[in-house]
């Protein structure tokens, strides 16, 4: 093999293994499955192409006590290691110990574990189809006409007295129906349920390293964003982290539920980095392989976490590969969030979507196309938002449309189209285009793209919030002075109108729908459950905020218009019309898409007093005007102006 010298030491070490570039490790072809377990044996595999020795070791408990056995493994020519141990060996644990350079690395379980113990350390020796809840085998995603992201973590969702949920903070939370809140509002998936959203996104839900499970009942808390093990639910959502059959069947059980009451379920997946480098499963199986480097040696830092992971390596493109598909097969998961995807190359990206598309054709992929710092590959190479139009079937998120409504991420105290600031005119329109190329956008003008950047419109994810940034309310509180709670709620419904109408996917963060605040806080990654938790007598207090959510929600579920599958389309039916400073206006026309409605016009009205606002003339039907939406209708327009109320939308139609 090129690049390849072997010894061995006059000392007795083992055979030493080295190579000239990480290119020309053996790799193996089949999958890298670590743990095969049947009642009369287990099969156990670890690929470290550079370890001189391998031992496996086992233990009787998730964590303490000492090894009950230690097996040396044999390597095989594609950089394997393997062993075989006779028995049941069902409900124990393993880890590997690797030998490189003549020291051992430190135990870990592999990188492939699919069960663990208790915080992790050690994979679990578990039959997997003992995890299935009843029915898991007929257990199918619903088909939907449209696409609705609701973003969530678990902790937040459930975790507040007033949701009515028993097993608060837990997976199966979202399996719990009839929860109220005190004032009788629905909570949990039958809020969800009513809301009308279509795909949950559930925040890093597998085993991240901050959250000690072994003290469930201190309050602690995390976003996730700190991996551990990729293939296992993470153990503080799970009624009982000690058990490693717990977390997985309750896992199973939410997505289940979720199936059952017409959802399906997004997984936000940080392949980007790891927790640190020294102490991960990967760089103690094969040191320095899974991460990029500078050119000086040093660690590179695109995630801005530490580390960046290698997405171009042979191997870590298989891994995360393999890791997709298995949550799809093993876990029923029907789509994923790539954190910080612009440090991942577009090859790997394209191939996720491909191998992910063999097993669902309906798939949702989608990220954030940035990094926090610039990675060690050229940009034209890297899966950013500038080269989504090249990665089919792949959306990102669109801070073009994000900012130019609330004003700028670097600024929580700037305003722009909702604060009544002329100039975010043209960044908006071309949200609402989907982000591709349209003969009536200006490009010099849109804030930060100077080209479109998708292909079609369904691959940009509309939103204005979400977890990492402040809550809406927060935002309009912090750069809109002397806002009255009435404005305030205005303002919230004319965001969402602007990210619902829009060709875009929408995307809501848990608990807009009820007026949810963080107490103004920005970065609430490890804040406590008291600027965390959604309150939700809120809804409550508000039923009129949720009611326009589901409005909106259900104006684009029964109208294509809104939700044109194809750029051409788009740039046949969406047309914009002249407006005054700080409103936006189109119209969706001829049945866009076959719509029942023939023309379907939109005005958003950013400043605080009313836009008088020519439309082609003819008899309208109001189904949104003065922040309140009812499809059934909310009055008539005859003539070719619209008087739209400060600070709301207007959204009329023709048959």
Excluded at 210 to 231: A, I, K
Excluded at 323 to 351: A, C, P, Q
Excluded at 416 to 439: D, M, Q, T, V, Y
Excluded at 515 to 525: A, I
Aim: net charge negative.
């Amino acid at each position: 093999m090129t690049g390849l010298f072997a010894f061995t030491s006059f000392l007795g070490f083992a055979q030493k293994y080295e190579f000239a570039s990480f290119a020309d490790y053996p790799t193996p072809a089949g999958d890298l499955t670590e743990m095969t377990y049947s009642p009369g044996q287990t099969d156990f595999q670890l690929w470290a192409p550079t370890a001189e020795k391998v031992e496996l070791r086992l233990y009787k408990a998730g964590m303490g006590g000492k090894a009950t056995k230690t097996v040396g493994m044999k390597r095989a020519s594609d950089g394997t290691w393997h062993a075989t141990v006779k028995g049941n060996l069902d409900g124990q644990f393993y880890t590997f110990n690797v030998r490189k350079d003549g020291k051992w690395l430190g135990e870990c379980p592999g990188i492939n574990a699919h069960a663990v113990g208790v915080n992790g350390h050690r994979g679990a020796i578990i039959d997997l189809d003992t995890t299935d809840p009843a029915g898991w085998a007929n257990d199918k995603a619903p088909r939907r006409n449209d696409i609705v992201i609701y973003e969530m973590h678990h902790r937040d969702f459930s975790i507040a007295d007033c949701s009515g949920i028993e097993q608060k903070g837990k997976f199966v939370a979202l399996t719990e129906r009839g929860t109220r809140t005190p004032g009788g509002s629905a909570t949990g998936i039958d809020h969800l349920r009513d809301l009308g959203v279509t795909h949950v996104h559930i925040l890093p839900s597998y085993d991240y390293f901050t959250v000690d499970e072994t003290r469930p009942d201190v309050p602690q808390y995390n976003w996730g964003y700190d991996p551990l093990n990729y293939n296992v639910p993470e153990g503080s959502y799970s009624t009982n982290a000690a058990d490693p059959k717990a977390r997985i069947r309750e896992f199973k059980q939410m997505v289940q539920a979720l199936h059952q009451n017409g959802m399906k379920l997004v997984l936000d997946v940080v392949y980007n980095h790891t927790m640190d480098i020294e102490g991960s499963n990967f760089h103690r199986t094969v040191p320095g392989y899974f991460f990029r480097q500078r050119s000086d040696g040093s660690w590179a830092n695109g995630s801005g976490c530490g580390n960046e992971t290698a997405s171009d390596h042979e191997m870590m493109r298989r891994y995360m590969v393999e890791s997709v598909k298995y949550w799809m097969t093993e876990y029923h998961v029907d789509g994923f969030r790539f954190d910080l995807m612009g440090i991942h190359d577009i090859e790997t990206m394209n191939l996720i979507r491909q191998e992910a598309q063999k097993l669902n054709p309906d798939v949702l992929i989608y990220g954030e196309g940035w990094a926090a710092e610039a990675p060690q590959l050229p940009n034209d190479e890297l899966a950013m938002k500038a080269n989504v139009y090249r990665m089919p079937g792949i959306a990102a998120f669109s801070d073009d449309i994000r900012d130019a409504l609330r004003g700028p991420f670097s600024d929580d105290h700037k305003t722009a189209f909702l604060g009544g600031l002329p100039g975010n005119e043209e960044s908006l329109k071309f949200g609402i285009a989907g982000a591709i190329a349209h003969p009536q956008i200006d490009m010099t003008r849109v804030n930060y793209s100077k080209e479109p950047w998708t292909a079609q419109p369904h691959q940009m994810i509309s939103y204005v919030s979400c977890h990492d940034d402040m809550c809406l309310t927060d935002r309009l509180r912090a750069s809109v002075p002397n806002l009255s709670e009435t404005d305030l709620i205005r303002l919230d419904l004319l965001a969402q109108t602007a990210v619902f109408t829009s060709q875009g996917i929408p995307f809501i963060q848990a608990g807009e729908e009820v007026l949810r605040d963080k107490k103004g806080v920005h970065n609430s990654y490890n804040s406590p459950d008291s600027i965390n938790a959604i309150d939700w007598t809120r809804k409550d207090a508000h039923p009129e905020v949720f009611d326009y959510y589901r409005g909106l929600i259900q104006l684009r579920n029964e109208h294509p218009a809104f939700r044109m599958l194809d750029a051409d389309l788009v740039r046949q039916h969406l047309e914009f019309l002249p407006a005054p400073d700080c409103v936006v206006a189109f119209r969706l026309k001829d049945h866009a898409a076959g719509d029942q409605w023939q023309d379907i016009i939109v005005v958003l009205n950013g400043n605080n007093a009313t836009a008088e606002t020519f439309i082609p003339g003819g008899h309208y039907e109001i189904v949104a005007q003065d922040a309140r939406i009812d499809l059934n209708g909310l009055g008539s327009l005859t003539g070719n102006v619209v008087n739209v109320a400060p600070r709301s939308a207007t959204i009329l139609y023709s048959k």
